[in-house]
């Protein structure tokens, strides 16, 4: 009683199209020709493009003008109401649909400059357990959605587009058909079976809940024939999904392990874990050291510990991407040069200073020879001295000066600054020198009278 009560709570009740316009509307979205076809096209277009640039936005864009899921739900309709025309046709149509879908793709990425495979097309090439449910829950909303009055069609049916997602995959097993990615194909195809069967089985079940009429005199050797090939079909397309489900499962939980045992088990000390990374599905951690090494007794305990995260047996790879100690003899040779280099360098700025000192010197010392000498006569311009390069006999000149007068000085004053040389200069031998610019006109003059 309670069951019942159930089942009549969860009619449609006044929602409820009357069964000839409902099937009459399915009619219509089975044809796929003119319009529906033009649709396609460009619904293919538009999925290809933003599977290609990795655009959500584009490919959800082309899940709601597709206009695929007419003949799949044709077909699980004319099941249930036992209208083999209608079945055929519709099977007809999605043959054809997935032809030009297909073409269309490949030529779009065949001719596409951008070849990477972005997370909207791996996404479509593993579906699991979960894409049945969703094929299922998405089938039944659009089955009820058209059995229903238009005011709640005109919500579902654009979410039941996007959930059971028909178009992707299609362009995604074009994108394998043009890269020759047979995995990526046969992926993408096996998606699309999986939402096309469970859209048709969900189909078939709302139709018969519902009571529709049989459009031919009930066969009970047919009814058994459909659902025989039914229930086949169902577990065929049910039974991989399961497996690649219990495969991501399994995976994911050796992700979570592996995961936790690095955190818990990898800190090695004066080492730095400079990279990680986890493959499940070849069951593998590798692990990038940075630091003064990884010795073979602290990867043995790692990889004893392995069995207290469960996920013993599994491969463990540790790499040292840069030691230390090999860091040290690298930088040691490498110091080393640098260091002759600035040795050489000090020693060769040392000459420079010791240079600039002497010639700082010696300007002191002319500055001081001149300020003297210019006290003890005042027409003097100016004093120059020179060191004579070269070795030279210890009696022999070392030293050359210049003078410069006004006027040119007499006997007297040249020996007093010859004397006061003498004594300025350690009585060093030198040699003097006296211009003045007297005999400079002297000799110009005649030069002028020539002229």
């Given at each position: 009683?309670?069951?019942?009560?159930i089942?009549?709570?969860?009619?449609?009740?006044?929602?409820?199209?009357?069964?000839?316009?409902?099937m009459e509307?399915?009619?219509?979205?089975?044809?796929?020709?003119?319009?529906?076809m033009?649709?396609?096209?460009?619904a293919?277009?538009?999925?290809?493009?933003?599977?290609?640039?990795?655009?959500?936005?584009?490919?959800?864009?082309?899940?709601?003008?597709?206009p695929?899921?007419?003949?799949?739900?044709?077909?699980?309709a004319?099941?249930?109401?036992?209208?083999?025309?209608?079945?055929?046709?519709?099977?007809k149509?999605?043959?054809?649909?997935?032809?030009v879908?297909?073409?269309?793709?490949?030529?779009?990425?065949?001719?596409?400059?951008?070849?990477?495979?972005?997370?909207?097309?791996?996404?479509?090439?593993?579906?699991?357990?979960?894409?049945?449910?969703?094929?299922?829950?998405?089938?039944?909303?659009?089955?009820?959605?058209?059995?229903?009055k238009?005011?709640?069609?005109?919500?579902?049916?654009?979410?039941?587009?996007?959930?059971?997602?028909?178009?992707?995959?299609?362009?995604?097993?074009?994108?394998?058909?043009?890269?020759?990615?047979?995995?990526?194909?046969?992926?993408?195809m096996?998606?699309?079976?999986?939402?096309?069967?469970?859209?048709?089985?969900?189909?078939?079940?709302?139709?018969?809940w519902?009571?529709?009429?049989?459009?031919?005199?009930?066969?009970?050797?047919?009814?058994?024939?459909?659902?025989?090939y039914?229930?086949?079909?169902?577990l065929?397309?049910?039974?991989?999904?399961?497996?690649?489900?219990?495969?991501?499962?399994?995976?994911?939980?050796?992700?979570?392990?592996?995961?936790?045992f690095?955190?818990?088990?990898c800190?090695?000390?004066?080492?730095y874990?400079?990279?990680?990374?986890?493959?499940?599905?070849?069951?593998?951690?590798?692990?990038?050291?940075?630091?003064?090494?990884?010795?073979?007794?602290?990867?043995?305990?790692?990889?004893?510990?392995?069995?207290?995260?469960?996920?013993?047996?599994?491969?463990?790879?540790?790499?040292?991407?840069?030691?230390?100690q090999?860091?040290?003899?690298?930088?040691?040779?490498?110091?080393e040069?640098?260091?002759?280099?600035?040795?050489?360098?000090?020693?060769?700025?040392?000459?420079?200073?010791?240079?600039?000192?002497?010639?700082?010197?010696?300007?002191?010392?002319?500055d001081?020879?001149m300020?003297?000498a210019q006290?003890?006569?005042?027409?003097?311009?100016w004093?120059?001295?020179?060191?004579?390069?070269?070795?030279?006999?210890?009696?022999?000149?070392?030293?050359?000066?210049?003078?410069?007068?006004?006027?040119?000085?007499?006997?007297?004053?040249?020996?007093?600054?010859?004397?006061?040389?003498?004594?300025?200069?350690?009585d060093?031998?030198?040699?003097?020198?006296?211009t003045?610019?007297?005999?400079?006109?002297?000799?110009?003059?005649?030069?002028?009278?020539?002229?």
């Amino acid at each position: 009683m309670d069951l019942n009560r159930i089942f009549v709570f969860l009619r449609l009740g006044a929602d409820a199209e009357e069964p000839k316009l409902a099937m009459e509307a399915i009619e219509r979205g089975v044809n796929f020709r003119g319009t529906n076809m033009l649709i396609l096209v460009c619904a293919i277009v538009i999925a290809s493009v933003g599977l290609n640039v990795n655009s959500t936005a584009v490919v959800i864009g082309a899940m709601l003008i597709s206009p695929l899921m007419g003949p799949i739900i044709g077909v699980g309709a004319g099941l249930g109401v036992l209208d083999l025309w209608l079945v055929r046709r519709s099977l007809k149509n999605i043959g054809i649909a997935v032809i030009v879908s297909l073409l269309t793709s490949a030529l779009y990425f065949l001719i596409s400059p951008l070849s990477d495979a972005h997370s909207e097309i791996l996404a479509r090439t593993s579906p699991t357990i979960w894409d049945v449910l969703i094929a299922l829950a998405g089938g039944f909303a659009g089955i009820i959605a058209i059995a229903s009055k238009d005011k709640v069609r005109g919500n579902v049916v654009p979410g039941v587009a996007i959930a059971t997602a028909l178009m992707p995959p299609l362009c995604t097993a074009g994108y394998g058909l043009a890269h020759l990615n047979w995995t990526y194909l046969v992926g993408a195809m096996y998606l699309f079976l999986i939402n096309s069967v469970f859209i048709s089985i969900a189909a078939l079940a709302t139709v018969r809940w519902l009571g529709y009429p049989q459009r031919f005199v009930e066969d009970i050797k047919l009814k058994g024939k459909i659902r025989r090939y039914t229930t086949l079909i169902v577990l065929a397309t049910v039974v991989p999904s399961v497996w690649l489900a219990y495969r991501l499962v399994v995976q994911n939980n050796f992700t979570h392990r592996a995961e936790a045992f690095i955190a818990y088990e990898c800190t090695v000390p004066e080492n730095y874990l400079l990279d990680k990374k986890v493959d499940p599905a070849n069951r593998s951690i590798t692990l990038t050291y940075l630091g003064n090494g990884i010795t073979p007794e602290m990867q043995a305990t790692m990889e004893n510990r392995l069995a207290a995260h469960g996920i013993s047996g599994a491969e463990l790879d540790i790499r040292t991407g840069l030691s230390l100690q090999e860091l040290d003899n690298e930088e040691r040779a490498e110091n080393e040069g640098m260091k002759r280099q600035l040795d050489d360098q000090s020693l060769l700025v040392a000459k420079f200073g010791a240079m600039r000192d002497s010639l700082t010197q010696v300007k002191k010392n002319d500055d001081a020879l001149m300020a003297e000498a210019q006290a003890m006569a005042p027409d003097l311009r100016w004093l120059i001295t020179a060191e004579l390069p070269g070795a030279v006999a210890p009696d022999s000149i070392k030293k050359v000066v210049a003078a410069h007068f006004v006027h040119y000085p007499d006997t007297a004053e040249i020996d007093r600054i010859h004397r006061w040389l003498n004594v300025r200069l350690n009585d060093k031998q030198f040699a003097l020198t006296i211009t003045a610019d007297s005999l400079l006109k002297k000799e110009a003059e005649p030069t002028q009278k020539r002229r």
